[in-house]
């Protein structure tokens, strides 16, 4: 069964940095594009970037280009979404998801992220 | 890159049929046959329901169908069901090579 286990949710202050996970299992990692999505309270999905853990080709939207960083560690199956410094603005749940058929669309999805920014 | 535009509500009543559209330009939904269409209940993931303009992933009723015509793609649901009151969103491949989101649409069942 593939499964998509993202890490718990976090409080966090403005300007902190912050690493939040995924961990595939059920089907070959390294194959199969993992991808980030953004959900701000009571609003809709934003698609922030994509990573290939077989050789970590990432690509971001312009919109999220350079103010987050996407990895993977495929000797444990797990992609990251990474800040280096938090706004109050970052807050949302945060979903990774699958890509079925390269970057196109998702087809498995985690549970999601709160994250939650505050002062 | 701007959001596709998806009406902000529909709605219907069980057994009928309503058309969710989905607008783009020539850099995303009209030069790409890479539509994707996802439904989202309150607090849940996303779940995909259309991939690739018209396909359906095993498991989702074939109610449920896509189109597309130039820069416009449709999400058509048939015989409304109580549960397919959810939110519905569309993607699309771009010409630089991402994915962009529309702006959802909230389905409601009377």
């Known amino acids: 069964e593939v499964q998509l286990v993202q890490s718990g949710a976090e409080v966090k202050k403005p300007g902190e940095s912050l690493k939040i996970s995924c961990k595939g299992s059920?089907?070959?990692?390294?194959?199969?594009?993992i991808g980030w999505v953004r959900q701000m309270p009571g609003k809709g999905l934003e698609w922030m970037g994509i990573?290939?853990?077989?050789?970590?080709?990432?690509r971001y939207s312009p919109s999220f280009q350079g103010q987050v960083t996407i990895s993977a560690d495929k000797s444990i199956s797990t992609a990251y979404l990474q800040w280096s410094s938090l706004k109050a603005s970052d807050t949302a749940m945060y979903y990774c998801?699958?890509?079925?058929?390269?970057?196109?669309?998702?087809?498995?999805w985690g549970q999601g992220t709160l994250v939650t920014v505050s002062s | 890159q701007s959001a596709l535009t998806q009406p902000a509500s529909v709605s219907g009543s069980p057994g009928q049929s309503i058309t969710i559209s989905c607008t783009g330009t020539?850099?995303?939904?009209?030069?790409?046959?890479?539509v994707s269409w996802y439904q989202q209940h309150p607090g849940k993931a996303p779940k995909l329901m259309i991939y690739e303009v018209s396909n359906r992933p095993s498991g989702v009723p074939d109610r449920f169908s896509g189109s597309k015509s130039g820069n416009t793609a449709s999400l058509t649901i048939s015989g409304l069901q109580a549960e397919d009151e959810a939110d519905y969103y569309c993607s699309s491949y771009t010409s630089s090579s991402t994915v962009v989101f529309g702006g959802g649409t909230k389905l409601t069942v009377l």
């Open positions: 998801a699958r890509g079925a058929r390269a970057v196109a669309d998702f087809d498995y």
């Open positions: 059920g089907y070959s990692f390294t194959s199969y594009w």
């Open positions: 990573i290939y853990p077989g050789d970590s080709d990432t």
């Open positions: 020539s850099s995303d939904v009209g030069g790409y046959n890479y």
